[in-house]
């Protein structure tokens, strides 16, 4: 999931010319989905890492997509971003990874 909305996320910007984030929610993507191209898993604290930057990176997303005036795509965002919590703490308790 976290792959497939920053990726999309890293298209958009880059196409619309707002080169820092969509760079940023590109290597996310990429850092994101390399456990899904070599099946191989992160560790416990760099999953947990990575799972903070996919946080902190969507809430930078939903700001510039409401600086940009748009109308309700800053709200998909906010949502990821909340959604990445969730997970991430549900994953660490019961101590995957």
Known sequence: MAFLCFALGAFDNLTRGVWVL?????VVALV???PLLTGD???RWTELVI???DVVVAL???ASYYLAGTR???YAWLAAAATFVVLTVVQWRR???
């Open 22 to 26: 969509g760079s940023l929610q590109a």
């Open 32 to 34: 994101n989905a390399v």
């Open 41 to 43: 898993r992160y560790g």
């Open 51 to 53: 799972h903070l930057c």
């Open 60 to 62: 930078a997303t939903a």
């Open 72 to 74: 309700g795509l800053h």
């Open 95 to 97: 101590g995957d990874g």
